[in-house]
């Protein structure tokens, strides 16, 4: 079945440094990824979202790259900065475009 | 302003207890969501809606049933709740399907289950 995988529990880096979040995932369908950042008491908001047809998805200074060789689908930004304490979500819809799984989640933590 | 409202916000019941949280969103979307989120576990689908009375299970639906009576509403019922039942339950909406539009969630429901 449809899988996303998120490796990195926890990320605790300083105002700006390089971020690079892992995810990939497994399907047979053609995937819709996204990425969804979730505050401290909210629910989770859509960060980015990439189809097969645009393979490269950025937001707010966030980026993430379809790659269908690898079927990896990483977050990167080039300089975190306090606000963007959150944890991260992958996800992805697969065969069944209406069913949205996500990954473990990842949990920035970004010191001043 | 296209919104997700959950009620309550906080509960707490004993083993055995029913449990119903409630959902409800202004945007006419036919798919709602029930997912739960455990530390560690990420966010994990219960149960989708795809309109009023059209309910399909998603990934960890034991313990769990829904309804949907009407579209701008979605509840998640809990019979006879259980410790491992303690958890934040987020009901999400979307227009159409993922490939077209992004979720909508609520701000959670935090369920203790004693």
């Known amino acids: 079945g449809d899988s996303v995988i998120q490796m990195q529990g926890q990320v605790t880096l300083s105002e700006n440094d390089f971020l690079f979040i892992n995810c990939t995932y497994s399907?047979?369908?053609?995937?819709?990824l996204f990425w969804y950042v979730q505050y401290s008491g909210e629910g989770p908001q859509l960060l980015l979202q990439?189809?097969?047809?645009?393979n490269k998805g950025s937001s707010r200074g966030f980026e993430a790259t379809y790659d269908k060789g690898t079927t990896s689908f990483h977050l990167q930004k080039t300089s975190v900065q306090e606000i963007d304490s959150a944890v991260y979500y992958c996800a992805m819809s697969g065969l069944n475009a209406y069913k949205v799984i996500f990954g473990k989640g990842t949990h920035l933590h970004v010191l001043p | 302003d296209m919104k997700v409202t959950q009620m309550p916000r906080y509960l707490i019941k004993r083993m055995g207890e029913n449990v119903l949280l409630e959902c409800g969103q202004d945007m006419s979307h036919e798919t709602m969501y029930w997912y739960r989120q455990d530390p560690g576990l990420g966010l994990q689908l219960i149960y989708i809606?795809?309109?009023?009375?059209?309910?399909s299970e998603g990934d960890i639906p034991k313990g769990y049933r829904v309804s949907r009576k009407k579209r701008e509403h979605f509840s998640l019922i809990l019979d006879s709740a259980k410790t491992n039942q303690t958890s934040v339950y987020f009901c999400a909406s979307i227009p159409g399907t993922a490939n077209t539009g992004q979720l909508y969630f609520g701000e959670g429901s935090k369920l203790t289950v004693l």
């Open positions: 809606s795809y309109d009023v009375d059209s309910n």
């Open positions: 399907t047979t369908g053609y995937p819709t």
């Open positions: 990439v189809t097969t047809a645009n």
